[in-house]
């Protein structure tokens, strides 16, 4: 299976990626899940993670987070090793307790004592500083919840919340932490078109602040329009770049086994597909 990957982010050095991939191997229940994994995504970029269902989308967000076991291989965040008070992660909704008698801004507050940030910590050991430690992280749920929109919602509920309100929420959960790396797996499932827009604008304006966000999405036309890199998978790496890189219509045959006259394939850059005619 070929391996694509852009020049320029193959001479770049790890410490100077957001994120560093190298011969990442996952096995569950004795069964390889994904194999060979090699990528690097520069700081404040946001890279698009598509590929079919079972490609093992969320088993490397999971795996890169910690929370699935990695067989083999290493990831980095500038040079070294990823920890968690660098990183956000915004799960799917239904993995989520809703039914938690919490408010938004309780719910947020949570994430945000998970993630006391670099002042904090030092002011978490003086135990007389307390109070200045918890108005720091009062002001970070406070520009949270101002962010996605819902500082007026602060006060209700979780159980209360719409399906694009509980999104907000996650999203502020991660971003309580000022995180550097703010992983989203699928954030736009069935949200109305206000709400993504909404999120898509508060991803990009991140990005431009220096965050670096990794996105699992099945919208690959929202996908080549807002995101600055794709990485195309199926238990490995297809081929990761710009979209118009990634514009050889044989790359999507290959990462999703789609025949060559599949209308995903007229999302692509129009000049890519009028030479592969």
């Known amino acids: 299976m070929t391996l694509t990957v852009p020049t320029a982010a193959a001479d770049r050095s790890p410490a100077g990626d957001a994120l560093s991939v190298s011969g990442l191997n996952v096995s569950l229940a004795g069964r390889s899940v994904l194999h060979n994994v090699c990528f690097t995504v520069p700081p404040g970029c946001l890279i698009g993670l598509i590929g079919p269902n079972g490609a093992g989308k969320t ?24 920890s968690a008070p660098m990183i956000g992660y915004v799960p799917q909704r ?25 002042g904090s910590r030092t002011l978490r ?40 309100q509980r999104q ?9 932490g000022n995180p550097q790396l703010l992983f989203l797996d699928e954030p736009f499932t069935g949200l109305d078109m206000p709400t993504q827009e909404l999120l898509t604008d508060l991803f990009q304006r991140l990005t431009g602040e220096g965050c670096t966000i990794m996105m699992s999405t099945h919208d690959i036309a929202s996908a080549l329009h ?30 999703f086994h789609i025949r060559s006259d ?4 007229r999302l692509l850059p129009a000049e890519r597909l009028e030479d592969a005619c």
Do not use: K
């Open 59 to 82: 088993t490397l967000m999971r795996a890169l987070l910690g929370l699935v076991p990695i067989s083999s291989g290493s990831v980095q965040a500038g040079g070294t090793h990823l």
């Open 94 to 118: 239904h993995e989520f307790a809703w039914e938690y008698p919490i408010s938004v801004r309780q719910c947020v507050d949570m994430a945000a004592r998970l993630h006391p940030g670099e």
């Open 125 to 164: 050991m003086m135990r007389r500083f307390d109070s200045i430690a918890r108005r720091e992280r009062h002001e970070r749920v406070s520009r949270a919840l101002d962010r996605v929109e819902l500082s007026d919602l602060a006060s209700r509920p979780i159980g209360q919340l719409s399906g694009g």
């Open 262 to 265: 599949n209308p995903l394939l």
């Open 168 to 176: 907000r929420v996650l999203v502020a959960r991660a971003l309580a």
């Open 226 to 255: 807002t995101c600055d890199q794709l990485l195309l998978l199926n238990r490995t790496v297809i081929a990761h770049g710009t979209a118009a890189e990634l514009a050889d219509p044989t790359l999507w045959v290959q990462a």
